[in-house]
């Protein structure tokens, strides 16, 4: 459900990027939410049951502008990182104080983790990984929670995850990025599959991790990916 209804929307286009909303057959969200839902909070729930394996990809911090790992912010503080560590402990901070804009350690890092679905930069890192793990990169579906942005979806259908309503997109692996070019700020979609099935890319609004659910090869790559700071969690673990 939308609990932020924004106003001074403009009517969301029919491509998102160059990915094409979707006003009728909604089946391709169907064939992934029959997959079930796990509890809400979750990983299950965020990159959908049922796939042998998952990784949490952590959105990086940064240092003028540069993205920072968070085992390079632990280091510096004490703590360390571990699969289901939440961002306001590795810093040493209360939840409730973890955006304060004066936080942040000289020369080490200066920016929060971003909040919300997949970041451009993180995005970009990932695409060929999951590119070499599907059959059918050039069919993909996505989910855009319809609360994102300044574009009002309310004319399309949406399917339904925990907690949020989604509109559905399609179109190629290697376009997913490609809402940055209708404004740099446009937040990129929370879902991701492929028309194979062979795994699940999620992420949310209050999240400063992606999740992926797939092979044990495809987690397996991830975790050694060079430009990704992965780390194996399981479908019951909560989400961060």
């Known amino acids: ?15 998102y990027g160059r990915l094409h909303v979707q006003t009728g057959d909604l089946s391709p969200a169907g064939r992934l939410t029959g997959l079930g839902q796990g509890a809400f909070g979750t990983v299950a729930a965020i990159a959908a049951p049922g796939f042998p394996a998952y990784a949490r990809v952590l959105h990086p911090a940064a240092l003028d502008e540069r993205p920072v790992r968070w085992s390079t912010v632990a280091a510096a503080h ?12 590795v810093v040493g901070t209360d939840r409730d104080f973890v955006n304060r804009s ?10 929060h983790p971003e909040e919300g679905p997949t970041p451009p930069d993180v995005a970009r890192a990932l695409l060929p990984v999951l590119a070499r793990h599907t059959g059918t990169p050039d069919r993909c579906w996505f989910g855009l929670w319809c609360g994102y942005g300044r574009w ?7 399917f339904e995850t925990p907690g949020r309503d989604e509109v559905l997109l399609a179109g190629r692996l290697r376009d997913a990025v490609s809402p940055v070019s209708l404004d740099e700020f446009a937040q990129l979609p929370d879902l991701w599959w492929p028309q194979d099935l062979a795994w699940c890319l999620g992420g949310d609004v209050d999240l400063v991790s ?25 479908p019951d673990d909560h989400v961060g």
């Open 1 to 15: 459900m939308n609990d932020f209804p924004l106003v001074d929307q403009e009517p969301a286009p029919q491509w």
């Open 210 to 234: 992606t999740y992926v659910g797939g092979s044990p090869e495809l987690i397996a790559d991830l975790l050694s990916a060079p430009d990704l700071e992965a780390h194996p969690v399981t």
């Open 102 to 111: 004066d936080q942040g350690l000289p020369g080490v890092w200066d920016e």
């Open 78 to 89: 004490g703590t360390r990182v571990t699969p289901v560590v939440r961002w306001h402990e």
């Open 152 to 158: 009002d979806f309310g004319r399309f259908p949406t």
